[in-house]
């Protein structure tokens, strides 16, 4: 798959993220045009759903705030994260198939 939402690389993930805020609850959508959606309860202002997204990853992969950094898209709904872990949350994991084994 081209557009896969995660990487693993040398114990770190990143994690490219599509997110939808003032939403009802935060949650785990979906997928949306090859990334994860996140709907954030929290409000687009003042950094308040960067903050919420970064809390909220960092209890679903089981790790520190700390260990989870915005790397691209402070101020887009696109964004891009690094996640100081090498687990992948079963969540996370049921959103995209495993690839189809080809036979010889």
């Given amino acids: 798959m ?7 690389c040398d114990g770190e993930i ?6 939808q805020p003032g939403a009802r609850q935060t949650r785990l959508v979906g997928l949306h045009d090859g990334c994860v959606k996140i709907q ?3 409000p687009p202002v003042d950094g ?3 903050q919420a997204l970064i809390a909220w990853l960092a209890k679903q992969f089981g790790v520190a705030k700390s260990s989870v950094e ?3 898209g402070a101020s ?3 964004k891009t994260l690094r996640i100081r872990s090498e687990h992948l ?5 049921q959103l995209v198939p495993e690839p189809a084994k080809q036979r010889d």
């Fill in 48 to 50: 308040k759903a960067n």
């Fill in 70 to 72: 915005l790397t691209r």
């Fill in 76 to 78: 887009s709904r696109r």
């Fill in 2 to 8: 081209e557009n896969h939402p995660w990487q693993l």
């Fill in 14 to 19: 990143l994690l490219h993220c599509h997110i």
């Fill in 89 to 93: 949350p079963e969540s996370f994991r």
């Fill in 40 to 42: 954030l309860q929290a």
